[in-house]
């Protein structure tokens, strides 16, 4: 299944993508937000996939949305908790990193962890809203996300994929310079509003096959400037897994964004940054093409 949360004039629903359609899920027995939805369990995903199942052998009397008549938000348009992040995920993108900043290429011995806040969450078509004010040093950073389903603490990694309800794109925008300034801590340069598109919907798991072998790129303007694939993690998503519920309880509706590839603009040679009048894309194979304008924050204030 491919699980949307959508607007609707004044309503908001839960979806599923059928063809150029979306099936709405209240109508189906089932809770009508996708943290409710996730914690729901099996038995509610159960009836999830009965009523698209009937919907695209057409044995449903659902009419079906028309995706123009809706917007599409965030799949988990306001997340319980910060976004969970892995930073310095991929070799080659510490090595472009030290050799941009003239430091030592060092790959790390254990998963580096931080949050992004719930404030910086957007949907596939929102902009994302530069604010030159604060900085003029925006980056993009093509993610792959999971989503929890199953709760836990101190899940071994090879029950791990266990607890992962599904997959969506995520760019983990990022404003360099803020990033750096206070004590090396990623926090604050990665969380200012508007820094977290996620979507364009939530693909289940079973629709994965191999989670470590997905082409994951970023088009800025329609050029590429990453193109790599999840096989080159350093710590693959069951050990990410692992290391983060060690001691600490991991719950539905959780998502945690798994760490980009190299490409990344302030390590291009000259260094390549957003501005108002781009248009960011984040694609992973399998799941979908994550898009979003940048506009000026204070235009026409």
């Known amino acids: 299944m491919r699980l949307v949360t959508f607007s609707r004039g004044a309503s908001r629903g839960l979806g599923a993508v059928i063809g150029d359609g979306i099936l709405e899920l209240g109508s189906a027995d089932v809770p009508n937000d996708m943290i409710a939805f996730l914690e729901g369990g099996e038995a509610v995903w159960a009836r999830a996939r009965a009523a698209v199942k009937k919907a695209e052998g057409g044995q449903s009397k659902a009419k079906l949305l028309a995706r123009s008549d809706v917007t599409l938000l965030a799949p988990i348009p306001r997340p319980r908790k910060n976004v969970f992040a892995l930073g ?3 070799s080659e993108h510490v090595a472009e990193g030290a050799r941009a900043r003239g430091l030592e290429v060092k790959l790390p011995e254990y998963p580096v962890f931080f949050t992004k806040a719930v404030t910086a969450v957007i949907g596939p078509e ?16 093509a993610e792959l996300a999971l989503v929890i389903g199953k709760g836990g603490r101190d899940i071994p990694k090879e ?3 266990e607890h992962v309800f599904g997959y969506t ?3 983990d925008v990022s ?23 996620i979507g364009p919907w939530i ?7 191999n989670v470590q072998n ?40 959780d998502i945690i964004a798994t760490g980009t590839p190299d490409g990344v603009g302030f390590a291009r040679t ?15 194979e399998g799941i979908g093409v994550l898009r979003n304008d940048v506009i000026d924050r204070w235009a026409g204030r």
């Open 214 to 253: 997905l082409r994951i790129m970023t088009r800025v303007n329609g050029v590429t400037k990453q193109d790599s694939n999840t096989s080159f993690m350093i710590f693959d998503v069951a050990t990410t897994i692992e290391s983060l519920s060690a001691g600490m309880t991991l719950e539905p509706g």
């Open 169 to 171: 794109c995520l760019n």
């Open 88 to 90: 310095l995920n991929y």
């Open 270 to 284: 000259p260094p390549e940054l957003l501005k108002p009048g781009d248009v960011v894309e984040v694609e992973v």
């Open 203 to 209: 693909v289940t798991r079973d629709e994965v096959m």
């Open 175 to 197: 404003v360099r310079d803020v990033q750096r300034k206070h004590g090396g801590q990623f926090f604050r340069g990665k969380s200012v509003d508007g820094t977290c598109p």
């Open 126 to 141: 929102d902009p994302i809203p530069f604010d030159g004010r604060l900085s003029d040093k925006w980056d993009w950073e």
């Open 159 to 161: 029950r791990a994929l």
